[in-house]
């Protein structure tokens, strides 16, 4: 309990050989999906709009949080989390259509499909540090999406179509499971909800499992790693697989609720957005990132007729690339703690900015 | 078919040595300041626009050709002195985060100020029409693009081989307090660099959006294109990214003779391929030039 | 210090001996980058259970040595044997399941962590893979890295620090969280590079204490620039200069040898 307590008081969230949520956190997060759950009949029934749109904020948060596990807590920035989101939905949307529509198939295939992807791109592209991987997670990223935009499997098994080009393949239909009829919305929310709330659960049981704190090293210390016996670049592309395998689910959520698989799934700036969403909600605290992905695509569809919502979602990111790097989550955990504290600090960052710029 | 063959050659060298502006710039930022430029494709397209704009005001291009890319300069310098000066000691990965954030600033920007509609920068009439080289007839306009950016391109290979100033930057890339020592200001020599690339992204943007549509997703555009030159001729090697942006260009504009679609993929695939055996890419990075 | 300093043979340059007390052998080790060649040549054996002192200017290739047995390094030319085995160009990783471990000379383990974190970590490697446990068990309920981890602390007496975040360490801690660190790794060869650097007088002979406790069990491998220390502690002392192996001897035969002398010990003592 004393290192429970020890936890909460630390500034940064990701912990120092504890858990990656304190039961404080986690109780939270329980009475939040609880609340989410809850929600749902009061919500179809005074708004039934909100909650196709709670779906796709979870769809997103889902995708965050599967690149927050590689990147937030493992370290390894990707630019091309997309392509296994897009493959997903790829392949769930093809299931769909041509094979069976039965959820236990279809989900997951689309997993398995996003762990594939993921695997191959990781494996190939592991040896390169930093910089140099998140370039090539973006040029096989872009890879992919040529593919389905082009339909290229299309043009190689002459098919007449695969991957529906730049339109894509619409007209897709919804899950079928145990005859649950998806076409009450109210269904397929807690569907997403009870598939996200699961897979946050099992990540944060990997991150506190024997590999999980490995890839914590990984972050702190790749170069250590290796010398205390790790074999660093398995570790790097199972962790990716398994990222990918979570980014294939949300794919698959997607997908069929849209009714729609297009290669916009696949493009970059949905891979660069979710680096956006995961750095403002704060990488590395799995929750974190999961609220900044609802925030975004929440304000996005409020505010996304106004054309200046761009500017400012860029000009937020940018100030918290500046002043705090830790995002929503960090500066949270910060005032909790200590607020004093955290206004010293918010201080001495400004005043540090300023002298930075003076030069 | 020659005349296609001739065609495509010179569109080839034409839209390559336009890349090369681009593509220095971003990877002169690289070498020296260690920063990868996501917004590069935004200043492009911001000189797209301020052209635009001073071509309406002004009603003469060759203003708008002078006076844009300054403009573009000054968008630059508040870039690199407000967010990443304060940030050069930390990760390079938040370096990427920023200017990708400016990135998606300047775009809503864009259609904030001017709307989603495609405009264009009226060609002047001295360059109107086409010149006939053996049978083939070939835009004026083209040519004079090809001609200014390969001067330019000449300009500044020369400037940065031979000049104190290129001297100057080389060095500060390499022992940054070794030239603060000696007295030199080189925060102001990073700034210097990163307008520079602003600039010639800027001077880029005009000339292009005489021929090419201006509309705000012109930056995204081009920068990914930017990348996969940058990467593959060295990131931080000048002479790479004009070599690489020179067969990039051609490249595309032979594929676009055979088989279109494919073209972008073979980049992409090569970008990889370098990534995977050689990061340092076909140039390397031993100098800054 | 240990009786065996003087029944060993001395290391001859172009003829390595094959005692088979020999725990660690290199064969002619060179590499070369481009032009540069940092290690040239080099053969010298390793006795089980001593103490050995790599010493020689700075730039004499000893980090370089000590990064081609580790496995940061492929040899460009010549062996690395370690117990009959084979092990040169192996990634550091495999090298360190072989038994050889080594701590560094610059602060390098994970400051977010806590001490014993660090150290659970380096215990926990040789426990797990990627069996279905790895995965799924909470990192706490693996008894055995714990255990080992805090038994390893108590060793280099950082145990009352356990659970203080590194970073808050002492720079005298924090080089006995390296050695812990190592030392968790259960190796059969410690490679420790320049561990009194940097100490106050006591810390040093705090250092040197542990030094000797972990030589009880341990075969060492230390670079060192402490004259005192180096006589003091050594069965061995190897001598490389400009890539080359000078000369390998007990520590009063280097005492006296000329070139020893000539090419490093000039005017007596170094740092």
Redesign the interface.
């Known amino acids: 309990m004393q ?1 429970v307590f ?1 936890f909460i008081r ?1 500034q ?1 969230p ?1 912990g ?2 504890n ?1 990656i949520l304190s039961s404080g956190g986690r109780l939270v997060l329980v009475l939040a999906i609880a609340s989410l759950a809850a929600l749902g009949p009061v919500i179809q029934s005074v708004q039934p709009f909100w909650l196709n749109l709670l779906i796709r904020m979870l769809t997103f948060a889902l995708l965050a949080l599967s690149l927050d596990f590689i990147f937030g807590y493992a370290g390894l ?1 990707s630019f091309g989390h997309a392509a296994m989101y897009g493959a997903g939905g790829y392949v769930a949307a093809l299931l769909i259509t041509k094979v069976t529509a039965s959820a236990l198939v279809v989900l997951p295939a689309a997993i398995i499909t996003g762990v594939i992807t993921a695997a191959v791109i990781g494996w ?2 592991v ?6 991987f ?3 997670t ?3 990223a ?2 992919i999406y ?2 389905a935009f ?1 339909d ?1 499997p299309a043009a190689i098994l002459s098919m007449e179509t695969v991957t529906g080009g730049d339109n894509g393949l619409y007209g897709i239909q919804l899950y079928e499971l145990f005859g649950i009829d998806f076409r009450n919305r109210l269904n397929y929310y807690y569907l997403t909800l009870g598939l996200v709330a699961l897979s946050l659960a099992g990540l944060v ?2 991150a ?7 890839l ?2 990984i972050r ?2 790749e ?10 670049d ?1 570790y790097k592309v ?1 962790a990716f697989a398994i990222s990918g395998g979570f980014a294939g689910l949300a794919g698959g959520l997607y997908v069929p609720f849209q009714s729609v698989a297009n290669p916009e799934l696949l493009h ?2 949905v891979s ?1 957005e979710l ?2 969403m995961v ?1 403002l909600g704060g990488m590395g605290t799995f929750w974190g990132p999961m609220v900044g992905a609802g925030l975004v695509v929440f304000l996005e569809d409020r505010l996304g007729g106004v ?9 937020l ?2 100030a918290v ?2 002043f705090a ?1 830790r995002g929503l989550a960090g500066m949270i955990v910060a005032v909790r703690n200590d607020p004093r504290a955290a206004l010293g600090k918010a201080i001495q960052a400004l005043k ?2 300023v002298e ?2 003076r ?1 | 078919m020659i005349d296609s063959i001739l065609r495509a050659t010179l569109l080839g060298i034409q839209s390559g040595m336009t890349l090369a502006l681009i593509a220095a710039g971003l990877t002169l930022i690289f070498g020296m300041l260690d920063v ?1 430029n996501f917004a590069h494709g935004a200043l492009y397209m911001l000189g797209a626009y301020f052209g635009v704009v001073i071509a309406a005001q002004l009603g003469s291009f060759w203003l708008a050709l002078l006076l844009a890319p300054l403009v573009v300069g000054v968008v630059g310098v508040a870039i690199e ?3 990443l ?3 050069y000691g ?1 990760n ?3 370096h ?3 200017t ?10 864009v ?2 100020i001017w709307g989603g509609q495609a405009r264009q920068i009226p060609k002047p009439d001295i360059l109107t029409g086409t010149v006939t080289l053996g049978s083939l007839d070939y835009p004026l306009y083209r040519l004079f693009v090809l001609v200014v950016s390969t001067l330019l391109i000449a300009a500044v290979w020369l400037a940065i081989e031979r000049s104190n100033l290129g001297i100057l930057m080389r060095a500060s890339a390499q022992d940054t307090e070794m030239v603060n020592a000696l007295g030199i ?1 080189v ?2 020599v990073f700034t210097g660099v990163f307008v520079f690339g602003a600039v010639l992204a800027g001077l880029a943007g005009v000339l292009l959006g005489v021929s090419r549509s201006v509309n705000p997703g012109m930056g ?1 555009g081009i920068i ?1 294109e930017a ?2 030159i940058v ?1 593959i001729g060295g990131l931080g090697s000048f002479r790479g990214a004009v070599y690489t942006a020179l067969l990039i260009g051609l490249v595309t504009a032979y594929g676009a003779l055979i088989v279109p ?1 494919l073209t ?2 073979f980049l ?2 090569l ?2 391929v370098v ?2 055996i050689k ?1 340092n890419g076909l140039f390397g990075t031993a100098e800054a030039a | 210090m240990s009786s065996n300093a003087d029944e060993l043979e001395r290391a001859d340059v172009s003829q390595p001996s094959t005692s088979s007390d020999a725990i660690l052998r290199t064969d002619g080790l060179t590499k070369r980058f481009g032009p540069l060649t940092a290690t040239d040549n080099i053969s010298l054996e390793i006795q089980e259970n001593s103490i050995t002192s790599i010493i020689g200017p700075n730039g004499a290739g000893k980090t370089t040595l000590f990064n081609l047995i ?1 496995g ?1 390094y492929e040899p460009t030319d010549g062996k690395i044997v370690f117990q009959n085995e084979s092990i040169g160009g192996k ?3 495999q090298i ?2 072989h038994g050889i ?2 701590s ?1 000379q610059i602060t ?7 001490t ?2 660090n150290v ?3 215990a ?5 893979g ?1 069996g279905p ?8 309920s ?1 008894e055995e890295p714990i255990s080992d981890a805090m038994r390893v602390l108590e060793r280099v007496q950082l145990d009352d620090v356990a ?1 203080e ?1 590194a970073s808050n360490l002492s720079y005298g801690q924090r080089r006995h969280l390296e050695i812990a ?1 190592a030392l ?2 259960d190796p059969d060869l410690l490679l420790m590079d320049e561990p009194t650097a940097g100490m106050s007088p006591e810390e040093t002979n705090e250092t040197v204490e542990l030094i000797e406790d972990i030589a009880t069990d341990i075969t060492l491998i230390i670079i060192e620039h402490d004259m005192e220390i180096v006589m003091g502690i050594s069965d061995q002392i190897a001598v490389l200069n400009n890539g080359s192996l000078l000369t390998q001897g007990a520590p009063a035969e280097i005492q006296q040898d000329e070139r020893v002398q000539r090419a490093y010990l000039r005017g007596g003592g170094r740092d």
């Open positions: 290192q020890d630390r940064r990701s120092t050989g858990q920035l190939v592209s040896r390169a540090r930093g910089i140099y998140a370039m090539l973006l040029a096989f872009q890879m040529i593919i082009t290229l049981r990997l506190n499992s024997p590999f999980g704190r490995v914590q090293g702190e210390n170069g250590r790693i290796e010398f205390i016996g790790y074999d660093v398995r199972i970059w700036t660069g680096v956006v750095l054309a200046s919502w761009e500017v400012i979602l860029g000009g990111f940018v690339v500046i790097p540090n900015y930075a710029v030069g | 990868i002195m407000l967010s000066r304060p940030l930390r390079p990965l938040y990427i985060l920023l990708f954030g400016f990135a998606i600033m300047i775009q809503g920007a259609v904030q200001d925060s102001k995204m990914i990348f996969v990467v679609t972008e993929l992409f695939a970008m990889a990534l995977m990061p | 580790t940061k990634d550091p990783h360190v399941r471990v080594r560094f390098n383990f994970f400051t977010e962590l806590t014993i974190e659970r970590l380096a926990q490697a040789r426990y797990t990627f446990t790895d995965f799924l068990k909470h990192h706490a693996l659970h975040p660190i968790a790794s």
